[in-house]
């Protein structure tokens, strides 16, 4: 193993053990490399993962600091509850932002997910959800045009697709088989969850569906960022 892979493992085990406190400063690049008898460059790379990884961040001319990874949300991965009444149950400070909706392109997996023809419209409709002013996770919902048709127009305006479609006469929801994978982010996905490329994304992959009638009223594709959450499954 390399000294800075040495040194990154020795610090993040501080840091969870609790001998570095959150927002407490960190010993300096001289400091640890005198300490370790490491060279400074050693050192500067080895902060540089730790931020890469979310463990620390820093403050210009003034160090590095422990981030507070303590705040970790509890996340239930079912579908008959929306993201956003989890997030009001738990009382966090949430807001959700709508930033696409398009139709899109035919498929295969998505249509045939949905039980639409390829004849069918199918939309995407993604938001950011935000806690703390912390984007956290990225949700993608296809919908098809046959069964909510106004979808094209009401699309840019949903923040919360179980209330739209509560407003539709669907009042209980049921999941449909759920798959869950370990992705890592894009750079489109960095850039709008304001991750770095070294944080893993939880993705799941499920339907909804109506749960008296059976009707599939959504795919969903969600991006969670693995640093934010803690999983009940």
Not at 14 to 41: C, F, H, V, W
Request: proline share 5%; hydrophobic share 30%; aromatic share 10%.
């Amino acid at each position: 193993m390399s000294e800075k892979m040495k040194l990154v493992d020795e610090l993040i085990s501080d840091i969870k053990e609790g001998k570095y406190k959150p927002n407490e400063k960190l010993p300096s690049e001289n400091e640890l490399a005198d300490q370790y008898r490491i060279p400074r460059m050693v050192v500067r790379k080895a902060y540089e993962q730790l931020q890469e990884l979310g463990f620390i961040f820093s403050k210009q001319g003034r160090g590095s600091y422990v981030q507070n990874r303590k705040k970790q949300i509890p996340l239930i991965l079912t579908g008959d509850i929306s993201f956003s009444e989890k997030m009001k149950e738990l009382e966090y400070d949430f807001r959700s932002e709508n930033i696409c909706c398009e139709k899109i392109p035919y498929e295969s997996d998505v249509y045939h997910a949905l039980k639409v023809l390829p004849s069918d419209e199918v939309y995407n409709i993604s938001r950011l959800r935000i806690v703390d002013g912390c984007p956290i996770a990225l949700h993608t919902s296809y919908v098809a045009k046959s069964v909510f048709k106004q979808i094209n127009r009401d699309g840019p305006g949903i923040t919360s697709i179980f209330q739209y479609y509560k407003t539709h006469g669907y009042k209980e929801f049921t999941s449909g088989q759920s798959q869950l994978s370990v992705v890592f982010p894009n750079e489109p996905e960095r850039k709008i969850l304001k991750c770095s490329s070294l944080i893993p994304l939880l993705l799941l992959e499920s339907l909804c569906m109506d749960k008296e009638t059976g009707t599939v009223l959504e795919y969903s594709k969600i991006k969670y960022r693995s640093d934010c959450f803690t999983y009940l499954i």
